[in-house]
């Protein structure tokens, strides 16, 4: 106990015992020495001691009043800090503590709206992250994951979704953590284009490593991984294109100059000679124009179509698209058998059917086995229609079934190396039956025949 609270309540009990002789004095008009000697000392003893004892009481009781407030205050703060919800403390306005008790209610008010402000703007930015079109990951300096996105989790094609995990064990792919490695040793942003092999396949990415600066010793690191896999394959394709219709292209013109140049130095004063020249110019030409056409549908259906549906009868279509291939269906000897129903009739843009028709036949015919068959069939099912067209031709092995459909492929066999032709046809006819709301399909036999089978979906004169 402080000697400045003995001296304060020893002067209160003086205080009060003086004022205990007032009030006798009064009372028996004595004065104030006589009523000290009729009181005994003892009493006055007493009640000095009596009076201090009341003093400390009460005083204890109060600082343990005042213990439980701080008490209070020092939970409510470790509660504020810890972030934890609960009630204001409740002290009496004439509590020497009654301020400080406000203070602290006022810090867990403030912070409970900046946690608020907080936890709505973390979740507008992790709700952005969810919908941007590209893999995020932030990693803090400690090399753990602060958040990421479940888009890099498609690309990864496993979860990375994984906060305070260190990023490299969760990412474990070399070439992603060569380049975060690089930026957190040079503190400079990084990009790179990384192949990826996955469950799936191969995969090209576009990454960018950000260093983002937050404070002079605290940094974020974001790694932002974009999937451009298709966008390759696009330009790989595209840049195989320019360089097949060149190689296309190429032959006939040559061709075409040669030949030609061959007739203007004087092959023209031979008729037999000549007229072979011309020949094969004409042939030439015809198989350039051949191109161009199908380069031309190519460019058409890539620029959109507009779809044309009308009733036909299907034998007749058929019939018609046979008759430019009657000689040579003649000089191969083939049986061509018609066996679609006078009555089918099917709502479809004839235009583009004749083309599907007309490119089927007349690799039906070309690649058939002399005195072969063509086979051409239909049928309706519930929703839809069915065209097949069977030969019994050299026929496809499992490898050139799955790529027949592709621009400018050909089958490497001595008949297709006999045979002119773009390779573009077949793929032409994917994208005309896909863009009818069909599909083509077909199966194949070495040395036995091919199947191709159209099916299309059931169309009303109405629709």
Not at 60 to 76: C, S
Not at 112 to 117: D, I, R, S, Y
Request: aromatic letters at 6%.
């Amino acid at each position: 106990m402080k000697v400045n609270q003995i001296i304060r309540r020893l002067g209160l009990g003086v205080l009060a015992v003086g004022l205990i002789l007032i009030v006798a004095a009064q009372v028996t008009g004595h004065s104030l020495k006589a009523t000290a000697v009729e009181l005994h000392a003892g009493w006055l003893v007493a009640t000095v001691l009596v009076v201090v004892s009341l003093l400390v009481l009460l005083e204890f009781f109060e600082q343990r009043r005042q213990r439980q407030i701080l008490a209070l205050l020092a939970k409510k703060l470790r509660e504020v800090t810890a972030g934890q919800k609960s009630g204001h403390v409740l002290v009496p306005k004439n509590s020497e503590l009654s301020q400080l008790a406000s203070a602290v209610n006022q810090v867990q008010s403030t912070n409970t709206l900046l946690l608020k402000a907080y936890d709505r703007q973390k979740r507008g930015y992790f709700g952005l992250l969810e919908y941007v079109p590209i893999g995020v990951m932030v990693i803090d300096q400690d090399r753990e994951i602060y958040l990421s996105n479940h888009y890099l989790s498609d690309i990864m094609e496993r979860e990375l979704e994984l906060q305070h995990e260190l990023y490299y064990t969760t990412l474990a792919e070399f070439d992603l953590v060569k380049l975060v490695e690089e930026t957190f040793r040079t503190k400079q942003d990084q990009q790179a284009e990384v192949r990826l092999s996955l469950a799936s396949g191969l995969k090209i990415v576009a990454v960018n490593v950000v260093h983002i600066p937050v404070s002079t010793h605290h940094f974020f690191v974001m790694l932002l991984v974009n999937d451009i896999t298709e966008q390759k394959q696009i330009e790989r394709m595209q840049l195989d294109f320019v360089s097949n219709v060149s190689h296309e292209l190429k032959t006939p013109v040559t061709s075409i100059v040669g030949f030609s140049e061959t007739l203007k130095n004087g092959a023209l004063d031979e008729p037999e000679t000549a007229a072979k020249f011309v020949e094969i110019i004409y042939q030439q030409s015809q198989k350039l124009t051949e191109l161009i056409n199908d380069i031309l549908s190519l460019s058409r259906l890539d620029s959109g179509l507009v779809v044309e549906h009308q009733t036909i009868h299907l034998a007749q279509v058929v019939d018609q698209a046979l008759q430019p291939y009657s000689q040579l269906i003649a000089q191969r000897q083939l049986t061509v058998k018609n066996q679609v129903s006078a009555d089918f009739l099917v709502v479809t843009d004839v235009k583009k059917l004749r083309y599907i028709l007309s490119n089927l036949l007349q690799n039906g015919i070309r690649y058939n086995q002399v005195g072969g068959q063509l086979r051409i069939k239909a049928h309706k099912k519930a929703d839809k229609w069915e065209l097949t067209v069977s030969d019994t031709g050299i026929g496809l092995t499992s490898e050139q079934q799955g790529r027949i459909f592709e621009r400018f492929y050909r089958a490497d066999t001595s008949r297709s190396k006999e045979v002119d032709g773009t390779g573009l046809g077949l793929a032409i006819v994917k994208e005309y039956v896909e863009f009818l709301g069909g599909k083509i399909t077909v199966t194949s036999q070495l040395q036995v025949g091919t199947t191709f089978t159209v099916s299309l979906p059931v169309k009303h004169a109405k629709d």
